[in-house]
């Protein structure tokens, strides 16, 4: 069993910043790809960013230059760090893992104000 737990979500004025973290549990963190997901109002959720077991990285047009995906395998913990936050960055957002199957967690409110 996979659990994820999300944290790090809130208020910001655009052009500020956040850092979700992503808690896993289990001990397949260090063997896995991990994905951060967001899903606005009325919108389809769409993948944001990627990073590899070896520590590549891939990111949605939208954010590449502003958002960052590190991964702390010591602490089972993937992180996306959001800089130059706009307003059309606000959603839901989903840590993600496949494992077998897709696990997800809660999911971390994040709202831009402009």
């Known amino acids: 069993q996979v659990q994820l737990v999300e944290s790090g979500g809130g208020l910001v004025q655009a052009g500020g910043s956040l850092r979700l973290s992503c808690a896993a549990s289990g001990s397949i963190f260090n063997n896995k790809a991990m994905d951060w997901y967001r899903q606005a109002p009325g919108k389809q959720r769409e993948l944001v960013a990627t990073?590899?077991?070896?520590?590549?990285?891939n990111y949605a047009d939208s954010v590449k230059g502003r958002f960052t995906i590190p991964r702390d395998n010591a602490k089972n913990t993937v992180y996306l760090q959001m800089n130059s936050l706009k307003p059309e960055d606000t959603a839901d957002y989903y840590c993600?893992?496949?494992?077998?199957?897709?696990?997800w967690g809660k999911g971390t409110l994040v709202t831009v104000s402009s």
């Open positions: 990073i590899t077991s070896h520590g590549s990285t």
């Open positions: 993600h893992v496949y494992y077998w199957i897709h696990y």
